[in-house]
């Protein structure tokens, strides 16, 4: 949620001025903002694994090259978009090489910035949740020393930062509930009950498992659905012969899916309230090229489970 918010406030202006349509650019954030669920250190690999007692470094290392395979797929998706229809993202003019190097003088903040974070989440320095602080502690010191200090600086940052969250946390707060009334009408157990129980063959069941989560993972909050359901489910995954961490992996997911998909996917309200002015028909119909190719990235991992289960099998 917080990856879509950060895009669509940095990444949508700067489409929207080279001339991409909008409903590609929602699109866009919309998918790429939940796909960083995928990629190492993820919480909800870390949240399957406590529940299903896996081993927790092959879950992360699993998601790593699902993760850049499905942005790969989403980058030919919009290729071959861009090229059926060159008006939503129109060709702009590259500069000069060395116009384009010299640019490079201007990064070092980024690279700094990056440097700080990556080398602080894997020497064990913080987690993930402080690296937020601790990147934006480094910002606000790099303004100092480029700009000095600035009140009305300091005031934009809090005034933005206070709108983004709160939009945020009310929408996890209606879910919270939504999912505690869930809860207490016992839907998922029941609904998991039903599906372990039915009479055909592995492959039917885990399909009808994937849509049970799709669905769930718009309405609900998805760590209060693996604690209900993977108890349940999870054994019964496994004696259909499916390989554990790939499953783990096929659910982060269909919970990245579940959050784009409408009409209750959670990233495109949180696209709505991020980007002033925004139309939710618009973000529905950007929305709809990616969750396509979600499918086909779907499918793919149940053809050639080898995707996922490659780099844990190394381990």
Same mark, same amino acid.
């Given at each position: 949620?917080?990856?879509?918010?950060?895009?669509?406030?940095?990444?949508?202006?700067?489409?929207?001025?080279?001339?991409?349509?909008?409903?590609?650019?929602?699109?866009?954030?919309?998918?790429? %903002?939940?796909?960083?669920?995928?990629?190492?250190?993820?919480?909800?690999?870390?949240?399957?694994?406590?529940?299903?007692?896996?081993?927790?470094?092959?879950?992360?290392?699993? %998601?790593?090259?699902?993760?850049?395979?499905?942005?790969?797929?989403?980058?030919?998706?919009?290729?071959?978009?861009?090229?059926?229809?060159?008006?939503?993202?129109?060709?702009?003019?590259?500069?000069?090489?060395?116009?384009?190097?010299?640019?490079?003088?201007?990064?070092?903040?980024?690279?700094?910035?990056?440097?700080?974070?990556?080398?602080?989440?894997?020497?064990?320095?913080?987690?993930?949740?402080?690296? %937020?602080?601790?990147?934006?502690?480094?910002?606000?010191?790099?303004?100092?020393?480029?700009?000095?200090?600035?009140?009305?600086?300091?005031?934009?940052?809090?005034?933005?930062?206070?709108?983004?969250?709160?939009?945020?946390?009310?929408?996890?707060?209606?879910?919270?509930?939504?999912?505690?009334?869930?809860?207490?009408?016992?839907?998922?157990?029941?609904?998991?009950?039903?599906?372990?129980?039915?009479?055909?063959?592995?492959?039917?069941?885990?399909?009808?498992?994937?849509?049970?989560?799709?669905?769930?993972?718009?309405?609900?909050?998805?760590?209060?659905?693996?604690?209900?359901?993977?108890?349940?489910?999870?054994?019964?995954?496994?004696?259909?012969?499916?390989?554990?961490?790939?499953?783990?992996?096929?659910?982060?997911?269909?919970?990245?899916?579940?959050?784009?998909?409408?009409?209750?996917?959670?990233?495109?309200?949180?696209?709505?309230?991020?980007?002033?002015?925004?139309?939710?028909?618009?973000?529905?119909?950007?929305?709809?090229?990616?969750?396509?190719?979600?499918?086909?990235?779907?499918?793919?991992?149940?053809?050639?489970?080898?995707?996922?289960?490659?780099?844990?099998?190394?381990?």
């Amino acid at each position: 949620m917080a990856s879509t918010a950060t895009l669509a406030k940095i990444a949508y202006p700067e489409m929207i001025k080279s001339g991409v349509d909008r409903k590609l650019a929602y699109g866009a954030i919309a998918s790429v %903002g939940p796909l960083a669920v995928m990629i190492p250190p993820s919480i909800l690999m870390i949240v399957f694994a406590i529940i299903t007692q896996q081993s927790i470094g092959k879950l992360l290392i699993g %998601g790593l090259l699902p993760g850049l395979f499905a942005a790969v797929i989403y980058m030919v998706m919009v290729y071959i978009l861009v090229k059926r229809n060159p008006a939503i993202a129109p060709s702009v003019a590259k500069p000069p090489l060395e116009e384009r190097l010299k640019s490079l003088k201007n990064i070092w903040g980024f690279v700094i910035l990056v440097f700080v974070i990556v080398a602080g989440l894997y020497s064990g320095f913080f987690t993930p949740t402080e690296a %937020g602080s601790i990147g934006a502690f480094v910002v606000f010191v790099m303004l100092l020393f480029m700009q000095g200090f600035k009140w009305q600086i300091i005031k934009d940052s809090i005034i933005q930062t206070i709108t983004t969250s709160s939009m945020i946390f009310l929408l996890v707060c209606s879910t919270y509930v939504f999912s505690y009334f869930i809860t207490v009408t016992r839907i998922p157990t029941n609904l998991s009950n039903l599906l372990v129980s039915l009479p055909v063959d592995p492959i039917v069941i885990l399909l009808a498992v994937i849509l049970m989560y799709l669905i769930m993972g718009m309405f609900m909050d998805m760590m209060s659905a693996m604690f209900l359901t993977l108890p349940i489910l999870f054994p019964s995954i496994i004696a259909l012969g499916f390989d554990p961490i790939w499953f783990g992996v096929m659910l982060v997911f269909l919970v990245e899916v579940a959050l784009v998909t409408p009409p209750f996917g959670l990233s495109l309200f949180i696209l709505n309230g991020a980007v002033p002015g925004s139309d939710m028909k618009e973000i529905y119909r950007g929305s709809i090229p990616f969750i396509v190719a979600d499918f086909v990235i779907i499918a793919l991992f149940i053809l050639f489970p080898q995707i996922i289960t490659f780099l844990p099998s190394l381990m």
